[in-house]
C-alpha cells in the first residue's frame, strides 16, 4: 500500500526505506527542494545518511498534500516542536479513520502534551493513532542491522496494523496499550543522555556514565507511574533499551550534543554543525512542566536544564548531584 512518511530526515529516511523494502509504495515529504530531488533521482538523501542507496519505491515530494494522497497510512517523523503544525495541516486533508503514527519524541512546550495528545487535540479519534519508540539509530536500521521496536496505541488493531506494516526480519516490533509510558520513556532518555555525554565530555568514565543512567531511570519511572503510565514500560524496549542506545552510542546525537556542552559549546553550535535537533534540549524543560504538575523530584533533568538553558558550567552544577541527601534507591516509585 502508499504509506506517507512526514519527514526527511535521518529517522524518517530510515523508516522510509524500511517500508519500501518491506513492499510498499512509500511518499517521502522533505523541506528543501535539493533533498526531493537528489532522493528522486539518484536514490539518495544528501542532506542525512548519505552513503545509503534507498529503494526505488521511495518517492520524495515537497507537497505533504501529494505525499498523503491515495495513502493508507502516514507516519510523522518530524522534530518535536513541529508537531501541532504537521497536524494541523494534515486534518484539512485526511479523514477521521486515518491510521498515523508518530514516532517524533518529546513534550510540547507550554501544555505539557506528549505527541500523540497533541495529534489527539487537533485530529481527534485516539483509536487510530499509535507511537513508535526503542533503541533504532538509523545509522543502523537502514542498513539492515538487528533491532527492535514497540508500537503503542490505545487500540489494540492500530497496533497491530502497524507492528505489521513495519516488522522485517531485522525490524523487530512488539505492541504496548501504554502510550503514556513510551512516549515519557521516549522523550525522557534523550534528557539522560546529554547527562551522560557531558559526563564523558568532562573526564569521567563508566562508573558515573552507569550511575547517571540508572538514576535517570529512576527518574524516568517515577514520572511515568505518576502520570498514568505503567513502571515495566520503563524495563522495556522504550525504557531502559533506548536509553542504553541513546546514552552508549557514538550515533547519538543527544549523546554528542552532551559531550560538546562539556566543552564549553552551546545548542546553536550543536546545530550548526550536525543539522540535526537534539530533542533533549527542548525535553529537559517540558519534562519539567510535566514534573512540576504531577510533583515529581527530577534532579538529573533539572541540572541538564540547568546547563542548556541558562548556561550554568556542567563541572559547577554536576557536583550539586553528588551533595544531595542520601536516601533509599526507588523512592517516589
Known sequence: MKVAVIGAGSWGTALANLLANNGHNVSLWARRAEV???????????????????????????????????????????????LRGVARAMANVVDSEFPIIICSKGVEEGSGLLPIEVFESEMGNAQRLAVLSGPNHAEEVIHGVPSGTVIASESEQTAQFFRDMFAAPAFRTYVSSDVTGVELCAAFKNVIAIAVGASYGLGFGDNTAAMLMTRGLAEMSRLVVKAGGEAITCMGLAGTGDLIATCTSEHSRNRRFGKMLAEGKTLDDFTQETHMVAEGALACKTIGTLAAHYGVELPITEVVRKVVW?????????????????????YGI
Open 310 to 330: 541558562e548556561g550554568v558550567s556542567p563541572a559547577v552544577v554536576g557536583k550539586t548531584l553528588t551533595l544531595r541527601p542520601l536516601t533509599t534507591e526507588f
Open 36 to 82: 526531493v530531488s537528489a532522493i528522486n533521482k539518484e536514490h539518495r538523501n544528501p542532506r542525512y545518511l548519505s552513503n545509503a542507496k534507498l529503494h526505488e519505491d521511495v518517492v520524495a515530494t515537497l507537497s505533504h498534500q501529494d505525499a498523503l494522497l491515495r495513502a493508507r497510512a502516514a507516519v510523522i517523523v518530524t522534530p518535536s516542536n513541529l
